[in-house]
């Protein structure tokens, strides 16, 4: 199994090697078809010259060819890649290269071969056949045998060869080159890939501490380190929650456990006597315990994925004023002025948790204000949304413990002072009933001078 690293920079050097390869080939094609196209242009041109040349070589005065020109013009044309033949007008034979020097015309041949890109011993001869016109008058013929397009002229071959060279010469060195930049660039991809992964084993082996700390100018690259050190953080508040609610559970069940173990001890030794008094005490205890246990059942049933809202078509406005109605006593038993603010507003949700979380908020306004007044008000926003805060004078929390307020077992009051009553999850359920109705439940604090909770809730209707 090879790593990241190496299978980057071979996958990078196999595409650019590859790339360079088929861009040679069809360079070196391309060259071939083009020097093929210049080739037969040339020999064109070529042909042109020859009948011209030995053309001019009629003397019409006495009605033959110069021989001897023609000879010299043949050997210089046959060194060149071009057996003539040359006939007058009673077809009789001037020049034939083979005839004249048949071993020079071979060698001749043979070296036009050799200086071709291709083997052609299975070439056959390309052969035209040309009249020869002089003043508008024919006065014999002439057979032109050359290799057609596949004959170079040594100058020709010899610059293919070099450009062909030149083209296995350029890919090697790209090649090379290709390689060493597939490792840097591999390099730098696999670097925080690997230490994402080393980050990503700490964690399996439960160091929650471990970040992904090297930023990479590559968007993913940084999306997956910002995605490691989320979960890094999420899984170390997991653990430092699930130790706290730990404490929390068994802060909680500790105390009501303990004064009912010490009053049942002390009744069963005989040192105090089961009063009623007594008896009552013990039994809020237990009462005290059975609420603690019905809030974590709740809770457990609110935060499952398969959570049932029954909605219904209620009236938050009219479910305020009941909520409200209800706490009046305990509020004016405190001196607090109790006010409500709002018109009916019609709603698609399930009454009795939407009264749940109304209750909660209203009786926590009033258990931690000494003074003062409450405002309970519904309205709309300018988003077209209800907006329904609890407002209240009361001691409020700092600002660093507001992110804190919704979370299990979570108390402003660290000392767990029993005035104050409650498990702290009274504020979670709160959240997850507001969640199971799309809506959302924040809170704005200062201490010493009040809370205001509000609820967001869509107008669905």
Known sequence: MTNLRTRLALTYSLVIISA?????????????????????????????EIVSAMANQYDSSRNRFNTGTVQTLGMSFLHDGFILVLKDNNNRTVWDARACDLDLCAD????????????????????????????????????????????????????????????????AIFAILSAIVSIIISSRISKPILNAASTA?????????????????????????????????????????????????????????????????????????????????????????????????????????NIHIHK??????????????????????????????????????????LTQVFVNLLSNAIKYTDHGEIIVSLKLNRKNEYEISFKDTGIGVSEEEIPHLFERFYRADKSRNRKTGGAGIGLTISKSIIDAHEGVIQVESELGKGSCFTIILSTNI
């Open 312 to 353: 219904t078509q209620v009236d938050l406005f009219s479910i305020l004023k009941s909520v409200v109605n209800q706490h009046f006593v305990d509020a004016d038993s405190k001196g607090i002025q109790l006010h409500l603010e709002g018109k009916p507003s019609p709603y698609i949700g399930d009454a009795n948790r």
């Open 108 to 171: 001749v041949i043979k070296d036009i071969q050799s200086r071709t890109n291709h083997k052609m011993d299975h070439v056959e001869l390309m052969k035209e056949e040309f009249p020869l016109i002089q003043n508008g008058k024919k006065v014999g013929t002439i057979v032109v045998e050359s290799f057609g397009p596949l004959f170079y002229t040594e100058n020709e071959s010899n610059f293919l060869a070099a450009f062909n060279k030149f083209v296995i010469v350029i890919g």
């Open 201 to 305: 084993e700490k964690i399996e082996h439960g160091d929650f501490s471990a970040r992904v700390d090297e930023q990479s100018k590559t968007v993913e690259l940084n999306q997956l380190a910002k995605s490691i050190n989320g979960l890094a953080l999420a899984l170390e508040n997991g653990e430092q929650w699930q130790k706290r609610v730990t404490s929390d559970i068994s802060h909680e069940l500790r105390t009501p456990l303990t004064t009912l173990q010490g009053n049942f001890e002390a009744m069963i030794d005989g040192v105090v006597k089961p009063t009623p008094e007594r008896i009552q005490s013990c039994y809020e205890e237990v009462v005290r315990l059975n609420k603690l246990v019905e809030d974590l059942k709740q809770l457990s049933i609110l935060e499952r994925e």
């Open 20 to 48: 360079v390869v088929v861009l040679s080939f069809v360079s070196n094609i391309l060259a071939n078809q083009l020097f093929a196209g210049y080739v037969k242009d040339s020999i064109q041109r070529k042909n042109t």
